[in-house]
């Protein structure tokens, strides 16, 4: 969904914690913007490929394993 080129965008000089020492000079430094969102006509001629879905193999196995895994809830409601 990125590409670096099209989708980073870096701003000089713009105000920073004045305990940030990796800057050059003290208050002013750098930022950087990603922009990792789905792109539309006109960004992109390229149509996007179909949603991936997980067979129900895989979904049960994923939750018989939830509680194992030490993760909370019982998972099935993230694997719908």
């Known amino acids: 969904r990125m590409d670096p080129v099209r989708d980073v965008t870096l701003i000089e000089n713009t105000p920073i914690d004045y305990l940030d020492f990796a800057s050059p ?20 001629k390229r149509e996007w490929g179909r949603q991936i879905r997980m067979d129900q193999d895989v979904i049960d196995a994923v939750t018989k394993k939830w509680s194992k895994l030490g993760l909370p809830g019982t998972g099935r409601p993230i694997w719908k």
């Open 25 to 44: 000079e003290s208050g002013l430094g750098g930022k950087i913007g990603l922009d990792a969102t789905n792109k539309w006509v006109p960004e992109t």
